[in-house]
């Protein structure tokens, strides 16, 4: 019982991870869809979250929940890995697990609207307690994230993959940054940001998810 339990852990390992490497792309092409085709919205200045907003909001619900779970069985995916490529670690795997959680909880509470989003809603909006969990629960997404890489850069730099740690610090650099300039921008605090926020978040987004893509693919090979 116990040999055919372990023959069967490659086929389940090799699935989990794949759910990791679709994840991503899955999300963005999503929410690239959905906000080219939304009245009122623009991808430049509204946060990828307004869009769980207004009578259509549960197509990015959906895919919040969606991209949720199959980054935490990518996380289950990458806790199975054991190699020698730069791969073994704890601490990763749980860091992956809760952007995943993260996102399930960003869209089971919807956002408060901002920026102008909904059309006819204020620029600056009052805080709600849907919203405030909204923001928690999508915390993780952009530091979670680059924490991860941070810890498989680590990882990498004992068996002396450079390109990766390289890489991987780069991904986490990028997305940190891209998000610091969004958050900046979506609050209104630098004005000059405001209508490029959407944009930050977006690069901060693809920055993450396609490292995180990256990685999984990378467990696939070893």
Same mark, same amino acid.
């Given at each position: ?33 959905? /906000? ?55 601490? /990763? ?12 909880? #960003? ?69 940190? +940054?891209?998000?610091?300039? +969004? ?30 893509? #990256? ?8």
């Amino acid at each position: 019982m116990n040999v055919e339990r372990q023959s069967s852990w490659p086929r389940v390992r090799t699935a989990l991870l794949r759910c990791g490497v679709v994840a991503g792309p899955l999300f963005i092409s999503a929410f690239l869809v959905e /906000g080219a085709l939304r009245p009122g919205y623009n991808p430049l200045r509204h946060p990828i979250s307004a869009l769980s907003l207004g009578p259509s909001g549960w197509t990015q619900r959906v895919n919040f929940w969606v991209t949720g779970g199959l980054y935490v069985a990518g996380a289950l995916g990458l806790w199975r890995t054991r190699t020698r490529s730069g791969l073994t670690t704890r601490a /990763g795997p749980i860091l992956i697990s809760t952007v995943g959680v993260g996102l399930v909880g #960003a869209g089971v509470f919807s956002c408060d609207p901002i920026n102008g989003y909904p059309p006819g809603s204020a620029e600056i909006s009052a805080r709600t307690l849907m919203g405030q969990l909204h923001d928690a629960f999508s915390s993780p997404v952009f530091l979670c994230l680059p924490a991860a890489a941070v810890v498989y850069a680590r990882s990498s730099s004992r068996v002396g993959d450079r390109a990766w740690v390289i890489g991987s610090i780069a991904a986490g650099v990028i997305q940190l +940054a891209a998000f610091i300039a +969004a958050g900046a921008g979506f609050s209104q605090e630098q004005p000059a940001l405001v209508p490029l926020a959407g944009a930050f978040q977006r690069v901060s987004i693809v920055a993450g998810f396609g490292w995180l893509s #990256a990685l999984c693919a990378r467990a696939l090979r070893a």
